[in-house]
Nanobody, 123 residues
Framework: VQLQASGGGLVQAGKSLRLSCAAS????????MGWYRQAPGKQRELVAD???????NYADSVKGRFTSSRDSAKNTVDLQMNSLKPEDTAVYYC??????????????????WGKGTQVTVSS
């Protein structure tokens, strides 16, 4: 699985940005897709993820401001970021979990990361 992210950039606080991620390769094995971020000196953290059935999970810090959507037909996942704050500044990474299927048995597969894209929010 390959993940190609786009979007990001420099914006002022209160503005919006949209990130997009397109998956290719063994896309049928993909289960959950989502976004993580890593700020300087901090650990990588979950921003939002979406299951194959469409259930979305958001970090508390972004609830009400960020919206993630997934198009399974196009194998894409987007992150609409509104009301951005300086503390949202980080490198954002697209992520995908996969599953391995052996007949009727399903086991967790590898997870994949896209190259990070920088989001910088100025005050």
């Amino acid at each position: 699985v390959q993940l190609q992210a786009s979007g990001g950039g420099l914006v002022q606080a209160g503005k919006s940005l949209r990130l997009s991620c397109a998956a290719s390769g063994s896309i049928s094995s993909i289960t959950t897709m989502g976004w993580y971020r890593q700020a300087p000196g901090k650990q990588r953290e979950l921003v939002a993820d979406i299951t194959k059935s469409g259930s979305v999970n958001y970090a508390d810090s972004v609830k009400g401001r960020f919206t993630s959507s997934r198009d399974s037909a196009k194998n894409t996942v987007d992150l609409q970021m509104n009301s951005l704050k300086p503390e949202d500044t980080a490198v954002y990474y697209c992520h995908a979990d996969t599953v391995r299927v052996f007949g009727t048995i399903k086991l967790p597969g590898d997870d994949y990361w896209g190259k990070g894209t920088q989001v910088t929010v100025s005050s």
